[in-house]
């Protein structure tokens, strides 16, 4: 007699947290940190989708302390004490997201680089359209530094976060003067 195993749900920790520039979302899988994102109509509804894409079976438990490191350094971030963050992620994406997301891990504090540069550090130079998408949908904002991705002339383009989020995080690593 053959034994029946049923897939255990992974166990998603989500917690929210106040910032300068909007409510944050935060949520971890295994102990790192598969989300985060600023609050918007439908967030929560989208983030669902997301990790249905790709955990098929999932559930939702509220944080209770296990995010202290992160909210701790996401306000040290927001205070200019914090340069480079040390925290465990857990991507979920395609492979060419998982490379275009890799690639912006490298872009220093203060930086920016265009969606081009971005396609070509991964080998890939003629996918700036692609690339931009990639960088959409990164589901670890700020920590994953999608806000230093600019067009090619040095315009603000496109943020989930939004534009003024974007110039806001911007200015405050001096990437952009006031």
Known sequence: MAATSARKPAVIIMSHMPSPLGNLHLATCDGALCYLGFEF?????????????????????????????????????????????RIKT?????????????????IPYGGTVSYRHVAEAI?????SRAVGG????NPISIIIPCHRVIGERGSLTGYAGGIDRKKKLLQLEGALLV
Do not use: C
């Not at 989708?49 to 202290?68: D, M, T």
């Not at 927001?78 to 963050?85: R, S």
């Not at 080998?123 to 996918?127: I, L, T, V």
């Open 123 to 127: 080998g890939n130079p003629d996918a």
């Open 134 to 137: 990639a960088v959409g949908k």
């Open 90 to 106: 857990h991507l979920f994406g395609t492979d060419f997201q998982l490379q275009v997301w890799t690639a912006l891990r490298v």
């Open 41 to 85: 109509k439908g967030y929560r509804e989208e983030m669902y989708e997301w990790l249905a894409r790709y955990l098929k079976i999932f559930e939702i438990k509220p944080e209770h302390g296990e995010h202290a490191s992160i909210q701790s350094q996401l306000e040290k971030y927001f205070q200019g004490k914090l340069k480079k963050f």
